[in-house]
């Protein structure tokens, strides 16, 4: 619990706290950026509904740059498997420089849409020839100085990658870059973890069951560096990947990984998407999070996520951006339940109970799963937590007359034009009137690099 005086004093007549709506709240803001008990001074009145920040638990920020470049049809069926040829075409031409001005534009574009944390899960780590950088961990920290230009809040995953499918073939001269062995990966992890602060976490990356030979996966996971803090993977995206998990390891992918591995709450299992009955029920029982990405899934061809099921079932979970073909949280959400509602021809499937608001139960399990996924003291307004938090526009005409039994399924489902007019994150305001404290200066370098990247 913060003991430190407030910096800001804060009052609103609608501010989600305790996973509700209570009117009339108050709250401070103390000077290491963190939330803190109101004092008696006349506090600054947040005009509009206040809700926390939402954490995004699965980016790649490279791919913000190349969204909409892959739409075009090619000679046969496209799938994840052709669009991950022209992602690893894209991804030969980034270097340090490039990455940080496409990950600041990314974060500053988070930010104005209602993400106050982001999870990086990072595979760029060398150059494209599969050479170490002068200093390793280059790439990696591009990625921590554009968090803290933007001002969001970090949880770095480098990802450990070392091979290119389950029979533990070499990786391809595209995935050179990628790769690392488990010595390598893990000084990786000891450098990087030197750069920790309040506004940065470092946790673990798993690519993928594909990417790393069985062999190898036992001393990965007795690693001291995997019993503590976040642990992410890729898992069952693809229909194609359970095919071929079950044909060299005899086990699905998700099946094969609880039999291996020793999964619990610190897991985050990035898209899930084809589970059976057994394997929803287990990973809900397990307290890991299912990190679901809707509209990178709906892009991609994946599938759709059991939901209903695995909210039965208990299951925590968590929306990310993935590949940023879109970058919004309300967007991810609504997705997440228009997809249920196209699958099952009904309508309201996240709601489970009578009387149930679809908007705020998926805006509260994607709060805590959130949260749960980064790592990190966030998601909450309560003392003690990490000052992120958005202010929704009160003029907005989405939300106009809406009260706080409909204001969270308004926000969902009533509009393209994005509500969230101020956020604060870390103790900081860093959009005031939908405009960011510096994006002028970031967009123009972003359009730079992305320049210099088309002409090579």
């Known amino acids: 619990m913060s003991e430190t005086a407030a910096v800001y004093q804060f009052s609103a007549a609608h501010a989600w706290a305790d996973a509700q709506w209570r009117s009339d709240a108050s709250f401070g803001v103390d000077s290491h950026g963190g939330i803190c008990a109101a004092a008696g001074d006349v506090p600054t009145y947040l005009d509009g509904w206040v809700l926390p920040g939402m954490p995004n638990l699965h980016s790649h920020a490279f791919q913000r740059a190349m969204a909409g470049l892959a739409e075009r049809r090619g000679p046969g069926d496209d799938s994840f498997w052709t669009w991950r040829e022209t992602m690893y075409s894209f991804a030969e031409r980034i270097d340090p420089d490039s990455l940080q001005a496409i990950a600041a534009q990314l974060y500053v ?76 990966y893990l000084q990786l992890l000891a450098n990087l973890r030197k750069h920790e602060s309040r506004d940065v976490r470092v946790g673990v990356a798993l690519h993928s069951l594909r990417a790393i030979p069985e062999s190898a996966w036992r001393s990965v996971v007795e690693q001291d560096a995997l019993k503590t803090g976040p642990v992410h993977i890729h898992i069952a995206e693809q229909i194609g990947e359970v095919q071929d998990c079950l044909a060299t390891r005899g086990a699905r992918p998700v099946e094969w990984l609880f039999e291996h591995a020793p999964v619990d709450s610190r897991w985050c299992l990035v898209h899930a998407t084809h589970l059976t009955e057994q394997e929803t029920a287990q990973l809900a029982r397990s307290g890991a999070i299912a990190g679901l990405c809707p509209t990178t899934e709906a892009n991609l061809g994946d599938g759709l996520f059991p939901l209903a099921r695995y909210l039965d079932a208990g299951g925590t979970l968590g929306v990310g951006s993935d590949s940023h073909i879109s970058v919004s949280p309300i967007e991810e959400l609504r997705w997440l339940e228009y997809g249920q509602r196209l699958s099952t021809r009904h309508r309201n499937v996240a709601a489970r109970h009578a009387g149930d608001s679809v908007g705020e139960t998926l805006w509260r399990a994607a709060l805590k799963g959130g949260a749960q996924a980064a790592d990190m003291p966030i998601a909450a307004l309560e003392v003690g937590k990490r000052a992120d938090f958005i202010v929704l526009d009160p003029e907005a005409p989405s939300l106009a007359a809406r009260d706080s039994r409909s204001v969270m399924d308004s926000l969902l489902f009533a509009g393209n034009r994005s509500p969230v007019r101020h956020v604060m994150a870390g103790g900081k305001w860093v959009v005031r009137d939908f405009v960011h404290r510096d994006e002028t200066r970031i967009a123009a370098r972003y359009r730079a690099a992305v320049m210099r990247l088309a002409g090579a």
């Open 109 to 184: 574009e988070m930010l104005k849409a209602g993400y106050t944390q982001v999870c990086e899960f990072h595979y760029l780590h060398h150059q494209p020839d599969g050479v170490p950088y002068a200093q390793p961990e280059a790439m990696s920290l591009a990625l921590i100085e554009a968090a803290r230009e933007a001002g969001i809040a970090l949880t770095l995953l480098p990802v450990l990658y070392m091979s290119g499918g389950f029979d533990g073939r070499a990786l391809s001269q595209r995935q050179r870059r990628f790769g690392n062995n488990v010595d390598g």
